[in-house]
C-alpha cells in the first residue's frame, strides 16, 4: 500500500464548502438550540472539521421570539453588563430582554459557547438570529435543517 494514499488532509478556508442553513427555535430549550448552532457554526457535523479553521456553515435562526427557557429562568435568569463608569453595573431578567430584543437571547447564548478568540469572533459573524419567519437571505438558497435529527 502507498504510504501517501492515506494522508490526512487539513481543511482550509478556501477549500471549505461553506452552506447556509435555516433552523426553526420554535418549541426548542435555549441552550439546546445554542449548542446544536454552535457545533454547525464551528463545523463539527462535518467530516473535514479542523478545529483551528472556520469551516462551518453560516446558520439563520427563525422564530426567536418563540424560544423556550425551563423553569423560573425568564424570571431569574440574569444578564449583567458594565457602562464602565463607576458603579455602572446593569442587570436584565430574561424577560425583560425578551421583551426588548427576543434575538438577543439566541444570540448570547449562541456566542457563549463559541471560542473565546478571535475564531471565535469570526465564527460569530456568520450566525443571523430573526425574529419571526422572514429572512434576508433568500438569494443564497439556505438549507432547513431539523435539530431534533442532529445528535
Known amino acids: 500500500m502507498n504510504a501517501l494514499s492515506y494522508k490526512t ?3 482550509t478556508k478556501a477549500n471549505s464548502n461553506k ?3 435555516v ?3 420554535e418549541g ?3 441552550g439546546r438550540l445554542a449548542s446544536k448552532v454552535a457545533m454547525i457554526l464551528r463545523g463539527k457535523y462535518k467530516p473535514s472539521y479542523t478545529p483551528h479553521v472556520d469551516c462551518g456553515d453560516n446558520v439563520i ?3 426567536a421570539e418563540k424560544i423556550n427557557l425551563t423553569g423560573n429562568k425568564m424570571d431569574e435568569k440574569i ?8 458603579g455602572g453595573q446593569r442587570t436584565l431578567t430574561a424577560k425583560v430582554l ?3 430584543n427576543p434575538a438577543a437571547l439566541v444570540e448570547k447564548a449562541v456566542k457563549g459557547m463559541l471560542p473565546k478568540n478571535k475564531l471565535g ?4 459573524r456568520n450566525l443571523n438570529v430573526v425574529v419571526g419567519t422572514e429572512h434576508k437571505q433568500a438569494a443564497q438558497k439556505p438549507r432547513t435543517v431539523n435539530l431534533n435529527d442532529l445528535k
Open 121 to 124: 469572533a469570526e465564527l460569530f
Open 61 to 63: 435562526v427563525i422564530n
Open 23 to 25: 433552523v426553526d427555535a
Open 19 to 21: 452552506e447556509w442553513i
Open 79 to 86: 444578564y449583567m453588563r458594565h457602562t464602565g463608569y463607576p
Open 28 to 30: 426548542h430549550n435555549l
Open 9 to 11: 488532509i487539513s481543511a
Open 98 to 100: 425578551q421583551a426588548k
